[in-house]
């Protein structure tokens, strides 16, 4: 178990050394120097997230209903710059998720 911690612990040094995740830590940081936004960020979130896995009927409609209502928020250089750059370690988390669930013969 002590190679396994290692390896791990070497992974999470990886993980913050990289610039994907540096550049996060620089988003969040622009982030907060704006009072609120957060917040506003996170409810944009929770809401994309809740819309997406609702399983509606009209979930087309639903999608372009929200992309109106958050496109003057998603102009802003700020929130585009975090979400990208959350997105990008999002997308790093889900490889290294899928690789290590792909090689265990686990049924999870």
Known sequence: MDTINDKV???VSAIQESTEYQNFQ?????????PGLAEKIREFC??????QNSGAEDLYEQLEAFEDQYKVFRRNPVVEQYLEHELRMCRIL???NARLTGI???VI
């Open 26 to 34: 620089e988003a969040e940081r622009e982030v907060q120097k704006v």
């Open 104 to 106: 265990l013969d686990l």
């Open 9 to 11: 612990e070497e992974l």
């Open 94 to 96: 889900q490889q290294i």
């Open 46 to 51: 929770w809401k994309n997230y809740e819309l």
